[in-house]
């Protein structure tokens, strides 16, 4: 079994900012891809920002330049520094990660339970 606990989201006004959080915990043999997605009402998830175990990061269009992500790969963390925040930005965040369990085993896609973040105008 694979964790993750989000923390962080919350109210903020537009230009604020707002830092989430992620924590994997569990069996866990090694970590891919660790990421941030969201959904607004009414809308599909869409990716926000990932990043490679290498350091290699991905933005959404609409965040670049505002949204910065970062990764601890000793703690299994992961970060998502979140600036100039407006109001399109307001949905449910969802943490997720790309893992193995074991050294030959498969590897699947495990999600957060989420944590709002509503920015009001």
């Known amino acids: 079994q694979v964790q993750l606990v989000e923390s962080g989201g919350g109210l903020v006004q537009a230009g604020g900012s707002l830092r989430l959080s992620c924590v994997a915990s569990?069996?866990?043999?090694?970590?891919?891809?660790m990421g941030w997605y969201r959904q607004a009402p009414g809308k599909e998830r869409e990716l926000v920002a990932s990043?490679?175990?290498?350091?290699?990061?991905n933005y959404a269009d609409s965040v670049k330049g505002r949204f910065t992500i970062s990764r601890d790969n000793a703690k299994n963390t992961i970060d998502l520094q979140m600036n100039s925040l407006k109001p399109e930005d307001t949905a449910v965040y969802y943490c997720?990660?790309?893992?193995?369990?074991?050294?030959?085993?498969?590897?699947?896609?495990?999600w957060g339970q989420g944590t709002q973040v509503t920015v009001s105008s």
């Open positions: 990043i490679t175990g290498g350091g290699r990061k």
């Open positions: 997720n990660l790309e893992a193995k369990q074991g050294r030959y085993s498969p590897t699947f896609r495990y």
């Open positions: 569990g069996s866990i043999f090694s970590i891919d891809v």
